[in-house]
């Protein structure tokens, strides 16, 4: 399983950012995919997961309903809509993913992807 994070960079805040990831060599009915961020100084933490077989969705309580996790089937391909921008947003994503897709990545994750810089300042 490989996962290829896609749409990192530096924006203001109040701005918008996509953050993609496709998944290689497993389908994403098989798999939760999601996002953590490593912000600086800080630990990695779960931002956002969207489950592989029901599609149920998480999000941290930091991105509130600014964050909107979504994924195509036929690509293979999870989503992360950021909108409205914070600095507190500014970290390295990562993308990830557990199987199998038991609990969204509460208690952490099987596949890594290499991580996306997000870097939200005026």
């Known amino acids: 399983v490989q996962l290829q994070a896609s749409g990192g960079g530096l924006v203001q805040p109040g701005t918008s950012l996509t953050l993609s990831c496709v998944a290689s060599g497993i389908t994403l009915e098989e798999l939760s995919l999601g996002w953590f961020r490593e912000a600086p100084g800080k630990e990695r933490e779960l931002v956002s997961c969207i489950g592989g077989p029901t599609g149920n969705t998480y999000y941290d309580d930091s991105v509130g309903d600014r964050f909107t996790i979504s994924k195509d089937n036929a690509k293979n391909t999870v989503h992360l809509q950021m909108n409205n921008l914070k600095p507190e947003d500014t970290g390295v994503y990562y993308c990830?993913?557990?199987?199998?897709?038991?609990?969204?990545?509460?208690?952490?994750?099987?596949?890594w992807g290499r991580g996306t810089q997000v870097t939200v300042s005026s």
């Open positions: 990830a993913g557990e199987y199998p897709p038991i609990g969204c990545m509460r208690d952490g994750a099987d596949y």
